[in-house]
T-cell receptor, first 114, second 113 residues
Framework: GAGVSQSPRYKVAKRGQDVALRCDPI?????LFWYQQALGQGPEFLTY????????KSGLPSDRFFAERPEGSVSTLKIQRTQQEDSAVYLC????????????FGPGTRLTVL | QKEVEQDPGPLSVPEGAIVSLNCTYS??????FMWYRQYSRKGPELLMY????GNKEDGRFTAQVDKSSKYISLFIRDSQPSDSATYLC?????????????FGRGTSLIVHP
């Protein structure tokens, strides 16, 4: 079946613009994670959903970052008033409930803020 | 000091070599240990995971966990150019409902023909 998909794959934004990044998880996967990966670093946790409930948003770096998953499938990560330090790859991962150690990652969205 | 330390490399080996990739960690409460492979401009792909201590083998890959030393390893036998990628270790506490993986920064591996 299809894996995790993310769109857009690449996004260039001017500083101060708002962006929205989309994640389509694997069908049937209850758990959904967002990560931020800076160049040369490992993924850093941002937020976690179980179905439509956002159970943990402790990794979101500021209140400019907002994530939602209203129907328990597709998720959107929104960044308001983007800044240069937001430039990174944003990864989405999904898994079956309870299988946190078996996450399936999407290809990521590479965000560049000019 | 980060919770999970991983040498970024690059590690360059000839085809057919045995590769050893390692991570150290500081939190002795970690229980799940994973290895991911990440090709350039792709998302990480789970290779193996291990619960607690011990070894696990899958084809050319062997994962080892030494909780007493807080040290985990991934061995790749008969390495191939297609193994060239960044290898990320990750760990989960699991206890107390903590399910968020902590990743190392990744080791870049280059296998040359």
């Amino acid at each position: 079946g299809a894996g995790v998909s993310q769109s857009p794959r690449y996004k260039v934004a001017k500083r101060g613009q708002d962006v929205a990044l989309r994640c389509d998880p694997i069908s049937g996967h209850v758990s959904l994670f967002w990560y931020q990966q800076a160049l040369g670093q490992g993924p850093e946790f941002l937020t976690y959903f179980q179905n439509e409930a956002q159970l943990d948003k402790s990794g979101l770096p500021s209140d400019r970052f907002f994530a939602e998953r209203p129907e328990g499938s597709v998720s959107t990560l929104k960044i308001q008033r983007t800044q240069q330090e937001d430039s990174a790859v944003y990864l989405c991962a999904s898994s079956f409930a309870g299988n946190y150690n078996e996450q399936f990652f999407g290809p990521g969205t590479r965000l560049t803020v000019l | 000091q980060k919770e999970v330390e991983q040498d970024p490399g690059p590690l360059s080996v000839p085809e057919g070599a045995i590769v050893s990739l390692n991570c150290t960690y500081s939190n002795s409460a970690f229980q799940y240990f994973m290895w991911y492979r990440q090709y350039s401009r792709k998302g990480p792909e789970l290779l193996m995971y291990t619960y607690s201590s011990g070894n696990k083998e899958d084809g050319r890959f062997t994962a080892q966990v030494d909780k007493s030393s807080k040290y985990i390893s991934l061995f790749i036998r008969d390495s191939q150019p297609s193994d060239s990628a960044t290898y990320l270790c990750a760990m989960i506490l699991a206890a107390g409902g903590s399910y968020i993986p902590t990743f190392g920064r990744g080791t870049s591996l280059i296998v040359h023909p």
